[in-house]
């Protein structure tokens, strides 16, 4: 297979160095990890392997199809959407068992007679049963490993994180349920009460930071690079790009990089990033296109066809500049990507 001109430089290291760290903020907690979305966008088996390795236990996918591509690992995997009609033909996935969501899906799952997890609402109104449906028993007899709940606002300082804690803390044997999990990646930073038996950190592995406890702890994982296919010369008041958006001041030297908008470099971007050749900064010029960006490179004269240059993708800087949550960021990178470990 032909070489991408586009990779992801993804340093495990620090990916293990994350999760380890998430792992000490999680105290007597357990700390698993979510892998769903393709690892992130850095490919979930990658990422599982490397974190198993370091000791953890507990992955979190969205679908079966992402389960399925665990198998080979031997992990244990929680399919966070729960079991389809559609999904019964998957069950039996070495190592994976569904997150139940609904009283329906409760009820498909009795049929099956396996181990479960199941999520309880307590605030946010997207996915679990609701507390008063516990208590009614909708849940009994069911053999629950996991009882999960979802934090609506932890990268805040928001009122309603107490009150989901309370309510999920006072399912504690309600079920049975013998782990108790609430805290995202955001969660785990917002102390011991929050932990539960099980985390379930996602952002903060892979290089995000939502919280002051993160900072200065959890590294930087990703770096997109891609290689110039054209160093031209722009002459002053010439244009750069759709619709004339940067003219030069002028005469410079310009490179065409071989990212755009459809790789996930979005149009955000456009004469706001910055690429890096080394410790030389190079500023993005005019708009992005699908395929293409243009950098200002007077300051790199060595630079020329064929060579690499990395984006700038430090994830909460670069999410304050686009305006795009780090999620989007991570996740909205694209399949030409190589994706590079080291």
């Given at each position: 297979m032909t070489?991408?001109?586009?990779?992801?430089?993804?340093?495990?290291?620090?990916?293990?160095?994350?999760?380890?760290?998430?792992?000490?903020?999680?105290?007597?907690?357990?700390?698993?990890?979510?892998?769903?979305?393709?690892?992130?966008?850095?490919?979930?088996?990658?990422?599982?392997?490397?974190?198993?390795?370091?000791?953890?236990r507990d992955f979190f996918v969205a679908t079966w199809a992402e389960a399925a591509e665990l198998a080979p690992l031997g992990v244990s995997v929680s399919v966070l959407h729960g079991v389809r009609a559609e999904d019964l033909a998957s069950v039996g996935i070495a190592g994976a068992r569904p997150v139940l969501n609904t009283a329906e899906q409760v009820r498909r799952w009795r049929e099956v007679g396996e181990p479960c997890d199941v999520m309880v609402d307590t605030g946010m109104n997207r996915l679990g049963v609701s507390p008063e449906e516990i208590a009614d028993g909708l849940l009994d007899g069911l053999e629950i490993e996991t009882l999960l709940s979802h934090l609506a606002s932890a990268d805040e300082d928001s009122p309603l994180n107490a009150r989901q804690r309370d309510a999920f803390a006072a399912l504690a044997g309600r079920t049975s349920a013998k782990r108790m999990s609430l805290a995202n990646s955001a969660g785990i930073a917002l102390g011991a009460d929050y932990a539960f038996d099980l985390t379930r950190p996602g952002i903060a592995l892979y290089g995000g930071i939502q919280r002051e406890a993160h900072g200065g702890v959890i590294?930087?994982?990703?770096?997109?690079?891609?290689?110039?296919?054209?160093?031209?010369?722009?002459?002053?008041?010439?244009?750069?790009?759709?619709?004339?958006?940067?003219?030069?001041?002028?005469?410079?030297?310009?490179?065409?990089?071989?990212?755009?908008?459809?790789?996930?470099?979005?149009?955000?971007?456009?004469?706001?990033?910055?690429?890096?050749?080394?410790?030389?900064?190079?500023?993005?010029?005019?708009?992005?296109?699908?395929?293409?960006?243009?950098?200002?490179?007077?300051?790199?004269?060595?630079?020329?066809?064929?060579?690499?240059?990395?984006?700038?993708?430090?994830l909460p800087a670069t999410s304050a500049l686009s305006g795009l949550s780090q999620y989007e960021l991570l996740t909205g990178l694209g399949r030409r990507f190589d994706r590079v470990w080291g």
């Open positions: 070489a991408s001109p586009l990779r992801l430089r993804i340093d495990g290291d620090a990916l293990v160095s994350n999760w380890r760290a998430l792992d000490r903020m999680s105290g007597t907690a357990a700390c698993g990890a979510a892998v769903k979305a393709n690892g992130y966008g850095l490919g979930a088996p990658e990422v599982a392997k490397r974190l198993a390795a370091a000791g953890c590294r930087q994982v990703v770096t997109p690079q891609a290689q110039i296919l054209q160093r031209r010369r722009v002459l002053a008041g010439e244009c750069v790009g759709y619709n004339a958006t940067f003219r030069a001041p002028a005469d410079m030297d310009v490179a065409i990089l071989n990212i755009g908008y459809a790789d996930g470099y979005l149009r955000c971007f456009s004469g706001k990033g910055r690429a890096w050749a080394g410790d030389t900064e190079l500023a993005v010029l005019g708009r992005i296109s699908m395929d293409l960006t243009a950098v200002g490179v007077d300051a790199a004269p060595e630079l020329g066809e064929g060579d690499w240059v990395s984006l700038d993708y430090d």
